[in-house]
C-alpha cells in the first residue's frame, strides 16, 4: 500500500529516498523546481547529468520520462529528473504528464526508494492549470503499482496545497 501525504513547502527541504525534479529535456537546469534543486543539490547533480547527457540523452530526454542523478547535497540519496509536457490548449498532453508520475515511480522502484516527494509537474514555467494538474497526478500516483510506501506531494504554495487536497479528499 503507498500512502499519498500532502505538505506544503519547498521540496529541496525534504528529507525522503528521491526528490523528483521538475526538468527540461536538456536535464542542465533551469527555472523553478529545477534550478533550486540545482542550487541546493550542488556541483554533483548537474554533472551527472551532464554525463546521461554524453551517454545516453544526446537528444534530450524526452518528455514524459525519467532519469535518476545522486541527490549531492540534499537530504535525498535521488534526483529523479522528468520532464513535464508544456500546457497546450487545442492538444491533449494528459498521458504525458501522466507518464511523468508513472515513469518516476518505476525508477523509484528500480532504485528500491521508499518515499518520493513529487512537485507539481508542470504547473510553473509549463503553464499548466492546477487543478487539472493535481487531478492528473493524484489519479496517477493512484492506480500506478509501485513498492513506494509513501509519496509525498510538495506544494509550494497554499492554494496549490488546498487544490491538491481537494483532490485527495
Ligand atoms: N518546491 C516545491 N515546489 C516548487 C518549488 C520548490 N522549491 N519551486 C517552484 N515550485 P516549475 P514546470 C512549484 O516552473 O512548470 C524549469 O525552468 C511551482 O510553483 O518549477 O514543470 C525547468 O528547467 C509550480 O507549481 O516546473 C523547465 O524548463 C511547480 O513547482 C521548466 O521550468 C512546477 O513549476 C519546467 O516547468
Known amino acids: 500500500m503507498t500512502t499519498i501525504t500532502l505538505v506544503q513547502g519547498d521540496i529541496t527541504r525534504q528529507s525522503v529516498d528521491a526528490i523528483v525534479n521538475a526538468a527540461n529535456s536538456s536535464l542542465l ?3 523553478g523546481v529545477d534550478g533550486a534543486i540545482h542550487r541546493r543539490g550542488g556541483p554533483a ?3 551527472e547529468c551532464r554525463r546521461l547527457r554524453a551517454s ?3 537528444k534530450g530526454l524526452p518528455t514524459g520520462q525519467a ?3 545522486t541527490a549531492g547535497a540534499l537530504d535525498a540519496r535521488w534526483v529523479i529528473h522528468t520532464v513535464g509536457p508544456v500546457w ?3 492538444e491533449d498532453r494528459s498521458d504525458l504528464l501522466a507518464s511523468c508520475y508513472r515513469e518516476s515511480l518505476r525508477v523509484a522502484d528500480e532504485l528500491g526508494a521508499r518515499t518520493v516527494a513529487f512537485p507539481a509537474i508542470s504547473t510553473g514555467v509549463y503553464r499548466w492549470p ?3 494538474a493535481a487531478r492528473i ?3 496517477t500516483v493512484r492506480t500506478t503499482p509501485t513498492s513506494v510506501e509513501e509519496v509525498r506531494f510538495v506544494l509550494f ?3 496549490a496545497y488546498d487544490v491538491f487536497g481537494r483532490q485527495l479528499g
Open 29 to 31: 537546469g533551469g527555472g
Open 45 to 47: 547533480v548537474l554533472e
Open 56 to 58: 545516453h540523452y544526446g
Open 67 to 69: 532519469v535518476a542523478t
Open 88 to 90: 497546450s490548449a487545442t
Open 130 to 132: 492546477m487543478e487539472d
Open 137 to 139: 497526478a493524484t489519479r
Open 157 to 159: 504554495d497554499e492554494r
